[in-house]
T-cell receptor
Framework: NAGVTQTPKFQVLKTGQSMTLQCAQDMNHEYMSWYRQDPGMGLRLIHYSVGAGITDQGEVPNGYNVSRSTTEDFPLRLLSAAPSQTSVYFC????????????FGEGSWLTVV | DAKTTQPNSMESNEEEPVHLPCNHSTISGTDYIHWYRQLPSQGPEYVIHGLTSNVNNRMASLAIAEDRKSSTLILHRATLRDAAVYYCILRRGQLFSGGYNKLIFGAGTRLAVHP
């Protein structure tokens, strides 16, 4: 079991560029989500998915898109990167609505210049 | 959503017990109390959770006040590897049907462990 795998680990973007952060889990979890963490702060929910084909917005969805075509993958797309999106991004998954343990990836450090 | 309040930072010496407090005065009857910790440059990891009764696992113990308005995470013997940010989080329980039980992370408590 690899758990939750995120790529890339580090990325530098120019303002206005687009990119996709990849997230994959091999635990057959229904629920997946993306968080961002700014310096000295807790995590904020960007988007989440309760199953393949179903996604919804979290606290801070603006500037990001997601899709869930398979159970395993949940990519996060930055449409037009802005310096305010400089952050650490964490993907997470849990088995289903009853699952109490959330598994996080190791994070993707994104800098927008 | 109910919120939690934690001290910004705490310090401990190695091999001593650590009691990390959390206030959640607006907790509802179906909210579970979760603790996660985040080691430097890593994603958060699950520590423990509970509803009403005290809980123990290999990592820690969770003591929940009788009125559930506060809880304490107990590390019985702190090690240097326990230095992390500890998050106390409320999560709506299984009685909440449909949708996603969001975890709302606060700033957490940064625990420093001294040799």
């Amino acid at each position: 079991n690899a758990g939750v795998t995120q790529t890339p680990k580090f990325q530098v973007l120019k303002t206005g560029q687009s990119m996709t952060l990849q997230c994959a889990q091999d635990m057959n979890h229904e629920y997946m989500s993306w968080y961002r963490q700014d310096p000295g702060m807790g995590l904020r929910l960007i988007h989440y998915s309760v199953g393949a084909g179903i996604t919804d917005q979290g606290e801070v969805p603006n500037g990001y898109n997601v899709s869930r075509s398979t159970t395993e993958d949940f990519p996060l797309r930055l449409l037009s990167a802005a310096p305010s999106q400089t952050s650490v991004y964490f993907c997470a998954s849990r088995i289903n609505n009853a699952g109490n343990t959330i598994y996080f990836g190791e994070g993707s450090w994104l800098t927008v210049v | 959503d109910a919120k939690t309040t934690q001290p910004n930072s705490m310090e401990s010496n190695e091999e001593e017990p650590v009691h990390l407090p959390c206030n959640h005065s607006t907790i509802s009857g179906t909210d579970y109390i979760h603790w996660y910790r985040q080691l430097p440059s890593q994603g958060p990891e699950y520590v423990i959770h509970g509803l009403t009764s005290n809980v123990n696992n290999r990592m820690a113990s969770l003591a929940i006040a009788e009125d559930r308005k506060s809880s304490t995470l107990i590390l019985h013997r702190a090690t240097l590897r326990d230095a992390a940010v500890y998050y106390c989080i409320l999560r709506r329980g299984q009685l909440f049907s449909g949708g996603y039980n969001k975890l709302i992370f606060g700033a957490g408590t940064r625990l420093a462990v001294h040799p």
